[in-house]
T-cell receptor, first 113, second 111 residues
Framework: NAGVTQTPKFRVLKTGQSMTLLCAQDMNHEYMYWYRQDPGMGLRLIHYSVGEGTTAKGEVPDGYNVSRLKKQNFLLGLESAAPSQTSVYFC????????????FGPGTRLLVL | QKEVEQDPGPLSVPEGAIVSLNCTYSNSAFQYFMWYRQYSRKGPELLMYTYSSGNKEDGRFTAQVDKSSKYISLFIRDSQPSDSATYLCALVSGGYNKLIFGAGTRLAVHP
């Protein structure tokens, strides 16, 4: 039981390049979330999904796209990376049965030059 | 005004001290209150949660919610060097269990 895993752990991009971050969970959770964490700002919600095939915008969605083709996977895409997207990205999953618990992955560190 | 305010610290205390970590929030509709602990270069992990007002205790940790003041606290008794981490308060906002986080307080407990 791996919980929530994220790929890759670290990536360096040049401005304008694209990439996809992968999140996978093995807890059969309906809800999945993508957050970014910047110094002094806590975690901010980018996009989330409440079930396979669904996605919705969070607090800071601009510049990102997401897809949830399979229940266990939630992908975050950057079509044209900008230095402002340098951050640590965390994926989380949660159950419809337990409001209080979200399980977080280990994070992906992204540096955009 | 941010929905959740948290002093980022850093907070440095000697081993054995009682630590008080706090957040204030603006929306009186919030009902679920969480504290997450995040070690350096790791993902946040749920430490404690409280529904509505009151206290909740778990070992050396006590979570407290004062809805009249819109104030939440986490107390750590007999702090240990292993408690050195960033502590984030979080509130459930709206449907689908979306979380709003405070900025996080970095705590260092020195031997």
């Amino acid at each position: 039981n791996a919980g929530v895993t994220q790929t890759p752990k670290f990536r360096v991009l040049k401005t304008g390049q694209s990439m996809t971050l992968l999140c996978a969970q093995d807890m059969n959770h309906e809800y999945m979330y993508w957050y970014r964490q910047d110094p002094g700002m806590g975690l901010r919600l980018i996009h989330y999904s409440v079930g396979e095939g669904t996605t919705a915008k969070g607090e800071v969605p601009d510049g990102y796209n997401v897809s949830r083709l399979k229940k266990q996977n939630f992908l975050l895409g950057l079509e044209s990376a900008a230095p402002s997207q340098t951050s640590v990205y965390f994926c989380a999953s949660g159950s419809t049965q337990r409001t209080e618990t979200q399980y977080f992955g280990p994070g992906t560190r992204l540096l955009v030059l | 005004q941010k929905e959740v305010e948290q002093d980022p610290g850093p907070l440095s205390v000697p081993e054995g001290a009682i630590v008080s970590l706090n957040c204030t929030y603006s929306n009186s509709a919030f009902q679920y209150f969480m504290w997450y602990r995040q070690y350096s270069r790791k993902g946040p992990e749920l430490l404690m949660y409280t529904y509505s007002s009151g206290n909740k205790e778990d070992g050396r940790f006590t979570a407290q919610v004062d809805k009249s003041s819109k104030y939440i606290s986490l107390f750590i008794r007999d702090s240990q060097p292993s408690d050195s981490a960033t502590y984030l308060c979080a509130l459930v906002s709206g449907g689908y269990n979306k979380l709003i986080f405070g900025a996080g307080t970095r705590l260092a407990v020195h031997p």
